[in-house]
T-cell receptor, first 114, second 114 residues
């Protein structure tokens, strides 16, 4: 157990629907990162939050949004889902901002859009 | 801009033999380099990092990596492979003078044969 908890582990939903993925960072970590992993795109950075504030944005679609709450857990909202959104979504956390400290990844949420 | 390449999709090695997983990078400033490992159905685990200092970096599980500035490479090595080392390995880089969000390579599947 890495200390980063992601729920649910698996999610199957239909096109056009909206889902919410949840991440609880490792205790003491203030920074949360969301990544999408697919076979054709590899590991793509979506968005980062630090202590409740959005700090960096990557290749995140406008249909996707995220937030980090006062208790530091984060949620990634995916709406108007398309077949191409099927992927593994990872959350990672670090004690401070930046990769220098090493990220701790959760086990991911596997999203299947049918 | 920062980029990283893992030229081999798959590396096969016999148990007990040395292994090398290759990584090359491109950054404008000083590179900060990382290796992560992903076991099936798990999140990525941090193995080691190079920020500055000795070109040979030692990490978890007996892995090490050699930073070569002239060849812009950061190859992952282990003197004697184990079957349990079979996994997906990711190299990542961030530009020390730029974004602190790293770019990940597409990953190399390491298969260690008994």
């Amino acid at each position: 157990d890495s200390g980063v908890t992601q729920t649910p582990k698996h999610l199957i939903t239909a096109t056009g629907q909206r889902v919410t993925l949840r991440c609880s960072p490792r205790s003491g970590d203030l920074s949360v990162y969301w990544y999408q992993q697919s076979l054709d795109q590899g590991l793509q950075f979506l968005i980062q939050y630090y202590n409740g504030e959005e700090r960096a944005k990557g290749n995140i679609l406008e249909r996707f949004s995220a937030q980090q709450f006062p208790d530091l857990h984060s949620e990634l909202n995916l709406s108007s889902l398309e077949l191409g959104d099927s992927a593994l979504y990872f959350c990672a956390s670090s004690v401070r901002e930046g990769a220098n400290y090493g990220y701790t990844f959760g086990s991911g949420t596997r999203l299947t859009v049918v | 801009a920062q980029s990283v390449a893992q030229p081999e999709d798959q590396v096969n090695v016999a148990e007990g033999n040395p292994l090398t997983v290759k990584c090359t990078y491109s950054v404008s400033g000083n590179p900060y380099l990382f290796w992560y490992v992903q076991y099936p159905n798990r999140g990525l685990q941090f193995l080691l990092k190079y920020i500055t200092g000795d070109n040979l970096v030692k990490g978890s599980y007996g892995f090490e990596a050699e930073f070569n500035k002239s060849q812009t490479s950061f190859h992952l090595k282990k003197p004697s492979a184990l079957v349990s080392d079979s996994a997906l390995y990711f190299c990542a880089v961030r530009d020390g003078g730029g974004s602190y969000i790293p770019t990940f390579g597409r990953g190399t599947s390491l298969i260690v044969h008994p």
